[in-house]
């Protein structure tokens, strides 16, 4: 038995590494592939990814967006993965205001072939593994994103589940994704 005398520098540094080793850091280089604007003010923003990734429907990434002048607000955010699982491409929804941050106002200009940066999977708002509970989905404007991408899953996997939407928007023009949901009425029934 040896006794090592050590500094807290030195025990933080093994610490950092020892964490790096069991939870390697998910980093990924989107490219960006098409724009589709949903309304005036709602924009979906299709990327490749560099390579393959696993994600429950419903997670959500962080994004780096660096950019001339950030302001106060950074070049970071997190979005829900819009797309499915069963998608060949990363979906970002994103809703866009008068006084959109520096980080919106570059991600709405970027073009195809532009590049955003993803890391940090995360997020335990997915489906239950049960597929007997019944489910009840309550979302607002742009907030239906994780609901899309679970539907969309389970459309595409051709599971059927009892759930109940409940989707508030302030204009008729407002709800988005309205094609996977009816699709969904007519396979299994989901009721909105």
Known sequence: FTLISYSLELALVLGNIFGRLINPDFRQVL????????????????????????????????????HHKPDNRGI??????????????????????????????????????????????AGEFILPA????????IAGGIGITPFRSMVKYLLDAGQSRDIVLIYV??????????????????????RT
């Open 31 to 66: 490219t960006l592939v098409r724009k589709e604007v949903l309304i005036p003010n709602i924009v979906n923003f299709w990327f490749q990814s560099a390579r393959p990734f696993s994600f429950a429907a419903g997670q959500f990434l962080e994004y780096t967006l660096a």
């Open 76 to 121: 970071r955010r997190y979005f829900t993965i819009a797309s499915s699982p069963t998608e060949k491409e990363i979906l970002i929804s994103t809703k866009f205001s008068e006084k959109s941050s520096s980080f919106k106002q570059k991600l709405r200009r970027l073009e195809e072939g532009g590049e955003i940066i993803a890391s940090k999977i």
């Open 130 to 137: 049960n597929r007997e509970q019944k489910l009840a989905f």
């Open 169 to 190: 928007a302030r204009t008729e023009s407002d709800f988005v994704f309205r094609d996977i949901f009816e699709e969904a009425q007519r396979k299994f029934g989901m």
